[in-house]
């Protein structure tokens, strides 16, 4: 069974950084497109940033230019680079892993990790 363990959230001050870290397990990582999506209290899930499988980046405009996702194939893993910090992405943060082989589709979460950014 597919596996998505995310690390790397916590507490912190707005204007700092944050990584977070997603590991895969039990799937062939680098034909998937991974993405981390966020949901805070009394909203929807909602896209953050994805990354294909050959290295395409998308990002929501809210976190353009101050996120970055990364993928390392080798290491089964897929990161985000959050910088400058709002209060306003204060969220749990999930590892999204997405296949779709027609007409097949594939779609497997993480549990999550709440990131919490507050003076």
């Known amino acids: 069974q597919v596996q998505l363990v995310e690390s790397g959230g916590g507490l912190v001050q707005p204007g700092g950084s944050l990584r977070l870290s997603c590991l895969a397990s039990?799937?062939?990582?680098?034909?998937?497109?991974m993405g981390w999506y966020r949901q805070s209290p009394g909203k929807q899930r909602e896209l953050v940033a994805t990354?294909?499988?050959?290295?395409?980046?998308n990002y929501a405009d809210s976190v353009n230019g101050r996120f970055a996702i990364s993928r390392d194939n080798p290491k089964n893993t897929v990161y985000l680079q959050m910088n400058s910090l709002k209060p306003e992405d204060t969220a749990v943060y999930y590892c999204?892993?997405?296949?779709?082989?027609?007409?097949?589709?594939?779609?497997?979460w993480g549990q999550g990790t709440q990131v919490t950014v507050s003076s």
């Open positions: 999204n892993a997405a296949l779709t082989i027609l007409p097949d589709k594939y779609d497997y």
């Open positions: 039990r799937m062939t990582f680098n034909i998937y497109t």
């Open positions: 990354i294909t499988s050959d290295g395409r980046t």
